[in-house]
């Protein structure tokens, strides 16, 4: 193999399905464990004291380190468009931040409602709901955004089979928010989340046409 890969004119080339999936859960699995490090980044607050993806916040950095994992891989195997692969960072950060709003969003509604009533325990459920509905909605609009950023190189990621994919498969890796705010460990839901969204966007991008 040579270098052209390297070179800002050459054509990329995409491997076999399963190199660029494993490659993309892999880089998933590292962006989702770089995550979940304490971040060298403000941290963008939550109102309210209910949603905790770490002790402190979310941290904006694992939104950043996520989004510049797609789109490297997209210059690398897709195109060499400078914008267009900025499209694609900016876009999947958006749909970080989106995501986050969303889980936020969800999870305050629910326990500010009066679902299961007044009784001894009815919060506890209430968060306990709040938090994976809320996680599974934002998996949902997540990917729905990651799709959408990687699709304005590939297309092949804008047929409905490949999008509709991602954004089921982050609403339901999006259900892991539950157990990563009971245990206070943001690998529970970064890594899982990031690995099996990114895989399935190099599922979606060596779809046969």
């Not at 939104?63 to 195109?79: E, K, M, P, R, S």
């Not at 990651?146 to 047929?159: E, K, L, N, P, Q």
């Not at 928010?177 to 890594?191: G, H, K, Q, S, W």
């Not at 899982?192 to 895989?199: E, H, M, R, S």
Request: with cysteine; glycine share 14%; net charge neutral.
């Amino acid at each position: 193999m040579g270098w052209d890969f390297l070179k800002d004119d050459a054509d990329p080339r995409l491997p076999d399905r399963t190199r660029v999936v494993g490659a993309m859960l892999a880089t998933g699995i590292f962006t989702g464990l770089v995550s979940s490090l304490p971040s060298p980044l403000p941290e963008i607050r939550l109102d309210g004291d209910g949603l905790i993806l770490n002790a402190t916040g979310s941290p904006l950095h694992a939104g950043v380190v996520f989004a510049a994992g797609l789109a490297f891989c997209i210059w690398l195997w897709i195109t060499r468009d400078f914008g267009k692969c900025a499209l694609t960072f900016s876009l999947v950060l958006v749909g970080w931040l989106a995501a986050v709003n969303t889980a936020n969003d969800l999870y305050q509604a629910l326990v500010g409602s009066e679902v299961f009533g007044a009784d001894f325990g009815a919060k506890q459920g209430r968060q306990a709901l709040g938090l994976v509905l809320g996680g599974v909605v934002a998996g949902a609009v997540g990917g729905g955004l990651v799709a959408f950023g990687a699709g304005i190189s590939a297309r092949a990621m804008r047929r409905p089979e490949s999008w509709i994919l991602v954004v089921l498969i982050g609403a339901a890796a999006g259900a892991l928010l539950y157990p990563a705010a009971a245990l206070l460990l943001p690998p529970v839901i970064f890594v899982p989340w990031q690995a099996l969204v990114a895989g399935t966007v190099g599922f979606g991008l060596t779809r046969p046409r």
